[in-house]
């Protein structure tokens, strides 16, 4: 299985600053077909799972600007740019360019 | 309302058996591959199968191979996850979501299985 490994695991940010969360997979994740099928996912408490990420660098619709994803082969990167209080949760990027999909551990992230 | 609702969780005995259903309102799972994903209560998310568009392909993790079975009824608009020889490990909230590499992906708000005797 595609082992997929974030970090920091616990990220501590002050409202207003820029925060950033890696995510390395332990095999390429350019698909047979060209694409890189790497999502990230916003887990708030109480709440479904929602993707603000897809392929990369796609953000979802009604996701704010300040989600930006960027990477290639391995390595990725979800930043964003102004931390505010409704960004607190648990955020995790997700493979799925072999089967079994899998996902991050997750980096909680929480307002210093 | 655009959304999808899980439904058949509740608790059940080790080596039981549950069948969850995945009913979308507002919109359409016709036409795109569906899965169902599961998190134990305060740990991380996990895949647990998908299927294709026309329900004639299946994959399962591992965990979960030759004792659950995901299916999908197009005139109902409704995706299924059959669960039997249940284990303490598969207890979790499940999710059915749709469309997870395309636009508007979507997620349920989960239905929660307890297996414990």
């Known amino acids: 299985d595609v082992v997929m490994t974030q970090s920091p695991l616990s990220l501590p940010v002050t409202l207003g600053q820029p925060a950033s969360i890696s995510c390395r997979s332990s095999q390429s994740l350019v698909h047979s077909d060209g694409n890189t099928y790497l999502n990230w996912f916003q887990l708030r408490p109480g709440q479904s799972p929602r993707r603000l990420i897809y392929k990369v660098s796609n953000r979802d619709s009604g996701v704010p600007d300040k989600f930006s994803g960027s990477g290639s082969g391995t390595d990725f990167t979800l930043k964003i740019s102004r931390v505010e209080a409704e960004d607190v949760g648990v955020y995790y990027c997700m493979q799925g360019s072999r089967w079994p999909y899998t996902f991050g551990q997750g980096t909680k992230l929480e307002i210093k | 309302e655009v959304q999808l609702v899980e439904s058949g969780g509740g608790l059940v005995q080790p080596g039981g058996s549950l069948r969850l259903s995945c009913a979308a309102s507002?919109?359409?799972?016709?036409?795109?591959?569906m899965h169902w994903v599961r998190q134990v209560p305060g740990k991380g998310l996990v895949w647990v199968s998908r299927i294709n568009r026309d329900g004639s392909s299946a994959t399962y993790a591992d965990s979960v191979k030759g004792r659950f079975t995901i299916s999908r009824d197009s005139a109902k608009n409704t995706l299924y996850l059959q669960m039997n020889s249940l284990r303490a490990e598969d207890t979790a909230v499940y999710y059915c979501?749709?469309?997870?590499?395309?636009?508007?992906?979507?997620w349920g708000q989960g239905t929660l299985v307890t297996v414990s005797s």
């Open positions: 507002g919109l359409t799972f016709s036409g795109y591959w």
């Open positions: 979501t749709r469309s997870v590499f395309g636009e508007d992906n979507y």
